[in-house]
C-alpha cells in the first residue's frame, strides 16, 4: 500500500523567503505526483504535477522529483502571505493514475 | 459555476444514526471520491468509483457505503452513525489525474 510523508509538520517564513516543502513516497511504480493547497475553510486545489523526473517551474512554484530517492518536492519563491495554507502532496499506486494518496500535510505561515 | 457540489454542508446526528451524504459533478468525469479529512490527518481516502455502479474501497471504508448511481452523483452512507466519524468530508472528481475537489461537508455525531 502506497505511503505518503510529508516534512515539515509547520513551517513559518518571512516574506520573500524561499520555502521548501517535502514529501516521501514507497510505491517505486508510482507515476503521477502533485501537490495541492487548501487556504483556511476552503476545498483543497491543485497546484502543480509532475510525471517524470526533473523538475517543473510555473510562475514562483517549481516542482523536483527524483523517483529513485523515492522523493518530491516544492519550492516557492519570493513567498508572500497569501501563500499561507495547508499544503498536501500526493502520489498515485502503481499505475493506476485515478488513486492518490495523499501526505498528512504541511502547514506554512509567511509572516508580512 | 461549481463543477462539484456537495449536500448538505454541515450535519449534526446522534450515534446511530443514518446519514447520506450527496455529491455531483459536472465535469463528466469519468472518477469520483469520497474523502474524509481531520487534523493531524491529511485527506484520506474512504470510496472510489469510475463510473456509474462501479465502486472500489479506498484505505479507511469501515463503517461506509457508497453508491454511484450516475456519472454525475456518488452518495455516502453512514448507517449507524459514531462519533468517531465526525469529521469533514469532501467530495472529488477527476478524469484520472488532477482531481476537483467540492466545498465539503461539516458532519457531526454527538
Known amino acids: 500500500q502506497q505511503k505518503v510523508q510529508q516534512s515539515p509538520e509547520s513551517l513559518i517564513v518571512p516574506e520573500g523567503a524561499m520555502t521548501s516543502l517535502n514529501c516521501t513516497f514507497s510505491?517505486?511504480?508510482?507515476?503521477?505526483f502533485a501537490w495541492y493547497r487548501q487556504h483556511s475553510g476552503k476545498a483543497p486545489k491543485a497546484l502543480m504535477s509532475?510525471?517524470?523526473?526533473g523538475e517543473k517551474e510555473e510562475g514562483r512554484f517549481t516542482i523536483h522529483l527524483n523517483k529513485a530517492s523515492l522523493h518530491f518536492s516544492l519550492h516557492i519563491r519570493d513567498s508572500q502571505p497569501s501563500d499561507s495554507a495547508l499544503y498536501l502532496c500526493?502520489?498515485?499506486?502503481?499505475?493506476?493514475?485515478?488513486?492518490?494518496?495523499f501526505g498528512h500535510g504541511t502547514i506554512l505561515r509567511v509572516h508580512p | 459555476e461549481a463543477a462539484v457540489t456537495q449536500s448538505p454542508r454541515n450535519k449534526v446526528t446522534v450515534t446511530g444514526g443514518n446519514v447520506t451524504l450527496s455529491c455531483r459533478q459536472t465535469?463528466?468525469?469519468?472518477?469520483m471520491y469520497w474523502y474524509r479529512q481531520d487534523t493531524g490527518h491529511g485527506l484520506r481516502l474512504i470510496h472510489y468509483?469510475?463510473?456509474?455502479?462501479?465502486?472500489q474501497i479506498g484505505d479507511v471504508p469501515d463503517g461506509y457505503k457508497a453508491t454511484r448511481t450516475t456519472q454525475e452523483d456518488f452518495f455516502l452512507l453512514l448507517e449507524l452513525a459514531s462519533p468517531s466519524q465526525t469529521s469533514l468530508y469532501f467530495c472529488?472528481?477527476?478524469?484520472?489525474?488532477?482531481?476537483?475537489f467540492g466545498p465539503g461537508t461539516r458532519l457531526t455525531v454527538l
Open positions: 509532475i510525471f517524470s523526473n
Open positions: 500526493a502520489a498515485n499506486t502503481g499505475a493506476n493514475t485515478g488513486k492518490l494518496t
Open positions: 472529488a472528481s477527476s478524469e484520472a489525474g488532477e482531481q476537483y
Open positions: 465535469n463528466s468525469h469519468n472518477y
Open positions: 468509483s469510475y463510473g456509474a455502479g462501479n465502486l
Open positions: 510505491d517505486s511504480a508510482s507515476q503521477y
